[in-house]
């Protein structure tokens, strides 16, 4: 029997779309690119004719009535109304994290797509990296976890970006709507803080969510928040929490404009060290490394293990496929996503408490 393609629409042909999905979706044969939405109509002309793609669009809504399409992958930074008419449409979503900017508009979401019963899934990518997913594995079966921290200081990927891939940069997109988005998202986030600065989440909201991500992933929901603090602007975040089993796991982001990439899970058990060290994201093909430390005789070893050069965003467009054409729950379901902002706004209510959690 002939394979099923899922014919796809693109919303939103920015940075992440020309690095990685745009060539990914194109590559896989599972999957045939249909037609590319962006207010930029220069850029949707350029990335169509670059990847033979046949319906172009400037306005998401007429994509959605003129395209027969199996689903829509949205690389916006607003996802919220476009997700909630697709999913209206009947379209399974795949969409890039954070999955919306608090949690109103993630019920939203959540409504239309039980509604409408199609598969909702988040471009979390790291939870689909083979490295990560060995280390986690290594770090949940640990003996005696005591402390685990969370280390994201590397909004650099801009200084990077220019000698990995020239992205072309939209020059007509109507100023009123790029203030209409901002706007828009600003006001979202302030919801997601109770009224306050919403400068104060966005690096944790945009960058740090893949590290609340995965912290849940390997450590389940904290029992507490204990402490908050965030300066510059939010520029700079820490927090600590108690989970599991009484460790205790911290997490440090941090906006940078270092070149290096900075990204690592450490995990301190009783007779090990367990180290998940990521790459720059947009080095193709270079693998997430583990690192053990454990006592071996009188003395400790240290080894490092490479899992596989297998790409993190192309196993999450095979795990998409897999989802839809075989009706499973996506790793990064919409729950995940809810749960991800959730624990933004725990971590943001610790700070707003001089530090500590409000207990309900
Ligand atoms: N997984 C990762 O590591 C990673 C890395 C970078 C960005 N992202 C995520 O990807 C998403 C996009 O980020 P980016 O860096 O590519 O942003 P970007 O600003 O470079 O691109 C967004 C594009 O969407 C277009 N757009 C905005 N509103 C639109 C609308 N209503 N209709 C059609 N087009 C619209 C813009 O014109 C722009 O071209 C964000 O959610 C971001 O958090 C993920």
Not at 67 to 73: F, G, I, K, M, S
Not at 199 to 210: F, N, Q, S, Y
Not at 212 to 220: A, E, H, N, P, S
Request: aromatic share 6%; proline share 3%; with cysteine.
């Amino acid at each position: 029997m002939e394979k099923k393609t899922l014919r796809i629409g693109v919303v939103g042909l920015g940075q992440i779309a020309q690095m990685e999905w745009l060539p990914y979706l194109h590559e896989l044969g599972e999957y045939t690119l249909c037609a590319l939405c962006d207010v930029s109509s220069s850029l949707v002309k350029q990335m169509a004719k670059l990847w033979n793609v046949p319906g172009m669009y400037t306005d998401w809504r007429e994509m959605l009535k003129n395209e027969r399409l199996d689903a829509l992958v949205v690389l916006t930074i607003n996802h919220t109304e476009i997700c909630v008419a697709a999913a209206e449409a009947g379209l399974h979503l795949l969409i890039e994290k954070p999955l919306c900017d608090n949690l109103e508009q993630a019920e939203l979401i959540r409504q239309a797509v039980v509604e409408n019963h199609v598969t909702l899934m988040i471009g979390e990518m790291k939870r689909y990296d083979p490295g990560y997913l060995l280390g986690r594995n290594l770090i949940r079966n640990m003996k005696g976890l005591k402390l685990i921290r969370f280390r994201d200081y590397c909004d650099g990927l801009r200084r990077s970006q220019d000698e990995i891939m020239q992205v072309q940069i939209a020059s007509d997109v109507p100023e009123l709507l790029r203030e209409k988005n901002a706007r828009e998202h600003r006001e979202a986030m302030i919801q997601l803080t109770g009224g306050r600065d919403p400068a104060l989440v966005e690096t944790l909201l945009m960058g740090g969510v893949h590290d609340v991500d995965l912290l849940r992933d390997i450590c389940g929901e904290p029992e507490k928040v204990d402490y908050c603090d965030i300066w510059n602007h939010g520029a700079d975040l820490l927090a600590h929490m108690t989970v599991k089993n009484g460790a205790r796991a911290v997490l440090e982001v941090g906006k940078t404009q270092h070149k290096w990439f900075d990204e690592e899970i450490i995990a301190y058990g009783e007779e090990a060290t367990v180290s998940i060290r990521f790459p720059n994201p947009y080095l193709k093909n270079a693998p997430t490394r583990v690192v053990i430390k454990e006592h071996s005789g009188t003395g400790y070893q240290e080894r490092e293990l490479t899992v596989s050069y297998d790409e993190a965003f192309r196993r999450e467009l095979l795990h998409f496929y897999d989802c839809v054409v075989n009706k499973k729950l996506p790793d990064t379901c919409i729950e995940e996503g809810t749960a991800d902002i959730r624990l933004i706004q725990r971590i943001f209510s610790a700070y707003r408490q001089g530090g500590k959690e409000e207990i309900e």
